[in-house]
């Protein structure tokens, strides 16, 4: 399992939290996702087998909040 | 979702697209009779300004949410429908507007954070065989040597292995007197050196370290959710459908869209999804400025409500090693106790003893002369240091040399016993010179912040201490507790803990973090003392990275405001829908100034929040040695 965390913009709705999360959720090999309100940053653990980190941020970016870093540790 | 993007980038413009248009709208419609062009730009408006919100609110509505956005959204087109296109313009001027201001006032509230992150070393310079080399910091590995000059941040946890200087750790410990530190000592990531060179060797990097660790924690800390928050957080699940509901039900017995749309912008739960994480973040960021790291809404909410502090006592109430307490001088020439004072000096150097060493410490801070002894002083084992003029040590070593003390003398020494001291007793050949008290001091603000704590109402504050019963009333008496508990075992604490709670107690435990975890994980709050105090940043609830005792009494003081704000923006927040309600009830409401009052509460929830922004002085000082840090 490999982590990631994304860097996003300022969030300032608590409904986009919900979105995000799930959203990134539902993506197959991401799993423990966890969206920082107030950091502005979603953490997440993934297969790396399964999924790449881009793949996540590209997520996020469809759902449209930019990406403006992306972290990833094995 | 190209879209998508491409909205939330140009936001701005769309309000300001939306702003004017709406403004055009409504003067033609006041000043000319022009009622045509006035409709049309105001459905130009309308539709301009519903766009975003509709798109938030689709989007929100395939992932199952139902956002404020969808009731906004269908409210716009009810006014729609009726006819009343003013109002729909308002309302999403209004709405935009508002949620403009709410991200320019939020960033504000999270800007302590920001602050944090920004002091995040970013390059270093790295010993390689070629010579020195700028390089990020993510690139540095363990065992890398890495040169600091006076001014830079230290990039790394490490060791230092050349060099010496003075460092500034407010970054860490939020205490900003430089600390001077020579080679084998340990310096911290974030940390910034003041004067003097070192070379460090690499022990942890970028997220490890230390301070990675501190951003880490109040980052996660500010989305813990207070019990408060865990409420709305469910209450506001089915608050906003039901909303949708309720707005329905009216409609369909009533007929009458008009307040129906209303309804639903009234109902906006905006201020209170709003208010009590705001409450949150603005304090859980300000303590950490501090140096006072608090895990989460539940932490602060539980500290709020403590009733009673138990303290250990070794290392968090006392400094945690010897240090000479009191010296009582029985030579009356001023020349001789100079003379013999220096001598004291280098007999004591030449021992190893914790005794001798606090005795050497103190010494040396009282600018005592270096002087070379002409014979090297004979330990006697268990009794202390003997030369051809001299004795010290203790009793046991005065009498097997025949030294008689008279009853004065014997006075003194007893005097010093009773503080629950160890006595260093010097003496030559006839009498009794100096006699020194050695023990572990209080920490300097101890009683004073005890007594702050007091006045702020917390009347229950107990040592708890492995130590006998003499040495621990020594130093509790010293200090305004209810109470103390001595010879206690690891496992006595615990039982203690658990006894105050079953009566009935809220109890928060301070400690070291060294070796009373169970403790710390036991109390309803645990709280961790002291500087770099790495493995409690994991187990204690409340981390206070300086060792000052007045750090606590900030920390409960920002949990109790931070509590008290959560609750007022709650009853703000609930309040004023209750009223937008009753306006409503009273004809007294349409829906522009419905959104209207909306938007200006949840400001005011902001605002409100804001307050736990200031600093209390002891914060202050940090905060302004930090900005100079930055411009550096």
Redesign the interface.
Known sequence: MAKVTLALD?L????CL??IK??VSSTPGVTNVKV????G?VKAEFDPEVVQAEKIAAVV??????VKSNKT?V | ?KL??F???HNRQFLLLNGILMGLGLSFNFWTDQRTIAVILLIAASIIGVFPIA??AF??LR???I???LLVTIAVIGAFVVGEFHESAIVTFLFLFG?YL??KT??KT?AS?KTLTELAPTTATVKTAQGEKQVDVDDLAVADQVLVRPGDQIPVDGVIIQGQGYVNEAAITGESKPVFKATTTQVYSGSLLDSGMLTVRTEKVG?ETTFGKIIELV??A??AKSPAEKFIDRF?KFYTPAVLVIALVVYLITRDLNTAITLLVLGCPGAL??GA?VSN?AGIGSSAKAGILVKGGEVTTALAHVDTVLFDKTGTLTVGKPEVVTTINLIDDAEKLKQTTAQLLAIEKTSKHPLAQAIVTDLMHKKIPNISLKDSPETVKGQGLVTDTLFVGNQRLLADHGIQLDAKEKLTVQQIQQQGLSTVLVADKQHLLLALGIGDALKPDTAAALSKLKAMGLNRLIMLTGDNAASAQAIGQQLPLSGIQAELLPEDKLAYIKAQQAEGHQVAFVGDGINDSPALAAANVGIAMGAGADAAIETADVTLMNANFMALVVAIQKSRQTHANTVQNIVIAIGTVAALLIGLLLGKIDMASGMFVHEASILVVIFNAMRLLRHSNLAKRIQTAKKIAVQR
Not at chain 1, 36 to 39: G, P, S, T, V
Request: hydrophobic content about 30%; some cysteine; charged content about 30%.
């Open positions: 300022e300032t709705c608590p409904s919900t979105k799930q959203a920082l309100f107030n950091a940053k970016t469809d759902l449209g909040y930019e540790t | 979702m998508q993007r909205v939330t980038k798109l938030h989007s929100a992932y199952k949410t956002s404020i956005e949620g709410e991200k939020l960033a999270r954070i997220d980052e996660e500010q989305d506001a999804v709003i994480p973040v």
